[in-house]
């Protein structure tokens, strides 16, 4: 398969299947442009570099959970980005930007913490497997069903007492294995 002749929605698809040599061509179509770019800002080209292979990392890492239908408009995107965190690290100031580059700033960082919900939310389906049968269905009707103490004890046939140490037992668990507490405070309170 020439690889070079695919479009970057046909190479992508290659990608999300682990397809490393797709991904390599993707990168050597696009990386020169964005460094560029990167460099108008920046003006270090090594940050830049950087910048770039950790943009192209990240992609690698997060393909299975990113939906890109126009890959180069989402390297503008996640570019702008990765240079404004960057200037922000640097203390530079974000007024040197152009104005479409701060403007992509508050789409991209809803997009992340959109991803970081997603990867809570996965991580906390994960630890609730590994709790007692009796545990999860007791969780489950508290967190999704919405259900009181009291209803999820006339439900099982169980005391209002066992629910809330039920639920305590699940709650302790999953906090202790749930490092980023403000992240599953968000998704508890969501789900």
């Not at 046909?10 to 991904?23: E, G, K, P, S, T």
């Not at 203390?91 to 580059?101: A, F, V």
């Not at 701060?102 to 809570?120: F, G, I």
Request: glycine share 2%.
């Amino acid at each position: 398969m020439a690889y070079s002749s695919l479009s970057d929605a046909n190479l992508w698809n290659l990608v999300i299947d682990d397809d490393y040599r797709a991904f390599t061509v993707l990168f050597q179509r696009h990386w020169v442009r964005l460094y560029k770019t990167a460099l108008n800002y920046i003006k270090d080209e090594q940050v830049c570099e950087e910048l770039i292979h950790n943009l192209f990392l990240n992609l690698w890492n997060r393909k299975r959970y990113l939906n890109i239908n126009n890959f180069s408009a989402y390297l503008k995107v996640s570019l702008r980005y990765h240079v404004y965190a960057q200037l922000k690290k640097q203390k530079t100031s974000p007024i040197e930007l152009q104005e479409d580059l701060c403007d992509t700033v508050y789409e991209l960082n809803a997009a992340y913490e959109k991803l970081c919900y997603r990867d809570m939310e996965d991580e906390l389906h994960k630890q609730m497997k590994t709790l007692p049968l009796r545990c999860q269905e007791i969780f489950k009707l508290s967190r999704t069903e919405q259900l009181s103490n009291t209803e999820i004890a006339v439900k099982l046939g169980i005391s209002k007492r066992t629910v809330e140490n039920q639920i305590t037992v699940a709650l302790k668990y999953i906090r202790g294995h749930i490092k980023d507490i403000a992240m599953l405070m968000v998704i508890l309170l969501h789900w």
